[in-house]
Nanobody, 115 residues
Framework: QVQLAESGGGLVQPGGSLRLACTMS????????MGWYRQAPGNQRDLIAS???????MYVDSVKGRFTISRDNAGKTVYLQMNSLKPEDTAVYYC?????????WGQGTQVTVSS
Protein backbone atom coordinates (compact mmCIF):
# COMPACT_ATOMS: atom_id res chain seq x y z
CA GLN A 1 0.00 0.00 0.00
CA VAL A 2 1.49 3.30 -1.11
CA GLN A 3 0.92 6.27 1.15
CA LEU A 4 1.42 9.84 0.02
CA ALA A 5 1.64 12.70 2.49
CA GLU A 6 1.48 16.30 1.30
CA SER A 7 2.46 19.26 3.45
CA GLY A 8 3.42 22.90 3.27
CA GLY A 9 0.17 24.58 2.33
CA GLY A 10 -1.32 27.59 4.02
CA LEU A 11 -2.73 31.07 3.64
CA VAL A 12 -0.57 33.49 1.68
CA GLN A 13 -1.08 36.92 0.17
CA PRO A 14 -1.02 37.42 -3.59
CA GLY A 15 2.56 37.57 -4.77
CA GLY A 16 3.74 35.36 -1.95
CA SER A 17 5.49 32.00 -1.98
CA LEU A 18 5.00 28.54 -0.57
CA ARG A 19 6.95 25.31 -0.82
CA LEU A 20 4.96 22.11 -0.84
CA ALA A 21 6.40 18.70 -0.06
CA CYS A 22 5.10 15.21 -0.72
CA THR A 23 6.64 12.18 0.89
CA MET A 24 6.01 8.64 -0.28
CA SER A 25 6.08 5.59 1.92
CA UNK A 26 7.67 3.16 -0.51
CA UNK A 27 11.20 2.88 -1.83
CA UNK A 28 10.25 2.49 -5.50
CA UNK A 29 9.34 6.20 -5.62
CA UNK A 30 12.33 6.89 -7.83
CA UNK A 31 11.04 4.68 -10.65
CA UNK A 32 8.08 6.89 -11.48
CA UNK A 33 7.30 10.22 -13.04
CA MET A 34 5.72 12.18 -10.23
CA GLY A 35 3.30 15.04 -10.50
CA TRP A 36 1.55 17.74 -8.57
CA TYR A 37 -2.18 18.04 -9.08
CA ARG A 38 -4.63 20.58 -7.76
CA GLN A 39 -8.36 20.76 -7.27
CA ALA A 40 -10.27 23.95 -6.71
CA PRO A 41 -13.83 23.85 -5.32
CA GLY A 42 -16.24 22.67 -7.98
CA ASN A 43 -13.46 21.73 -10.37
CA GLN A 44 -11.80 18.49 -11.35
CA ARG A 45 -8.35 17.51 -10.17
CA ASP A 46 -5.78 18.55 -12.76
CA LEU A 47 -2.12 17.80 -13.26
CA ILE A 48 -0.12 21.04 -13.15
CA ALA A 49 3.52 19.91 -13.03
CA SER A 50 5.47 16.70 -13.40
CA UNK A 51 9.04 15.45 -13.14
CA UNK A 52 10.51 12.29 -14.57
CA UNK A 53 12.93 10.11 -12.65
CA UNK A 54 15.72 11.74 -14.69
CA UNK A 55 14.54 15.22 -13.75
CA UNK A 56 12.77 16.36 -16.91
CA UNK A 57 9.96 18.71 -15.95
CA MET A 58 6.64 19.77 -17.43
CA TYR A 59 4.32 22.61 -16.43
CA VAL A 60 0.92 23.73 -17.56
CA ASP A 61 0.84 27.24 -18.95
CA SER A 62 -0.95 28.71 -15.95
CA VAL A 63 1.97 27.97 -13.60
CA LYS A 64 4.91 28.04 -15.99
CA GLY A 65 7.59 30.46 -14.83
CA ARG A 66 6.13 30.66 -11.32
CA PHE A 67 6.22 27.08 -10.02
CA THR A 68 9.18 24.71 -9.86
CA ILE A 69 8.91 20.98 -9.30
CA SER A 70 11.84 19.01 -7.96
CA ARG A 71 12.49 15.64 -6.36
CA ASP A 72 14.76 13.96 -3.87
CA ASN A 73 14.75 10.28 -4.78
CA ALA A 74 16.76 9.20 -1.76
CA GLY A 75 14.37 11.07 0.51
CA LYS A 76 11.32 9.83 -1.41
CA THR A 77 10.06 13.40 -1.61
CA VAL A 78 8.80 15.63 -4.39
CA TYR A 79 8.60 19.38 -3.94
CA LEU A 80 6.68 22.23 -5.51
CA GLN A 81 8.11 25.71 -5.08
CA MET A 82 5.35 28.21 -5.78
CA ASN A 83 6.21 31.85 -6.33
CA SER A 84 4.18 34.87 -7.39
CA LEU A 85 1.04 33.19 -6.16
CA LYS A 86 -2.32 34.38 -7.45
CA PRO A 87 -5.83 34.01 -6.03
CA GLU A 88 -6.62 31.55 -8.83
CA ASP A 89 -3.96 29.22 -7.42
CA THR A 90 -6.23 28.58 -4.45
CA ALA A 91 -6.90 24.84 -4.33
CA VAL A 92 -6.08 21.61 -2.56
CA TYR A 93 -2.77 20.33 -3.87
CA TYR A 94 -1.97 16.64 -4.23
CA CYS A 95 0.93 14.59 -5.51
CA UNK A 96 0.82 11.26 -7.26
CA UNK A 97 2.51 9.32 -9.98
CA UNK A 98 1.74 10.33 -13.55
CA UNK A 99 0.49 7.02 -14.85
CA UNK A 100 -2.82 5.20 -14.90
CA UNK A 101 -3.85 3.98 -12.44
CA UNK A 102 -2.58 6.47 -9.92
CA UNK A 103 -1.92 5.44 -6.35
CA UNK A 104 -4.44 6.15 -3.61
CA TRP A 105 -4.64 9.89 -3.05
CA GLY A 106 -3.26 11.48 0.07
CA GLN A 107 -5.13 14.06 2.09
CA GLY A 108 -3.71 16.94 0.07
CA THR A 109 -2.61 20.31 1.37
CA GLN A 110 -4.76 23.43 1.16
CA VAL A 111 -3.30 26.52 -0.48
CA THR A 112 -5.28 29.71 -0.10
CA VAL A 113 -4.11 32.90 -1.82
CA SER A 114 -5.97 35.89 -0.49
CA SER A 115 -5.37 39.38 0.80
Amino acid sequence: QVQLAESGGGLVQPGGSLRLACTMSRSFFSAYTMGWYRQAPGNQRDLIASITREGTTMYVDSVKGRFTISRDNAGKTVYLQMNSLKPEDTAVYYCNRVVTPVWSWGQGTQVTVSS
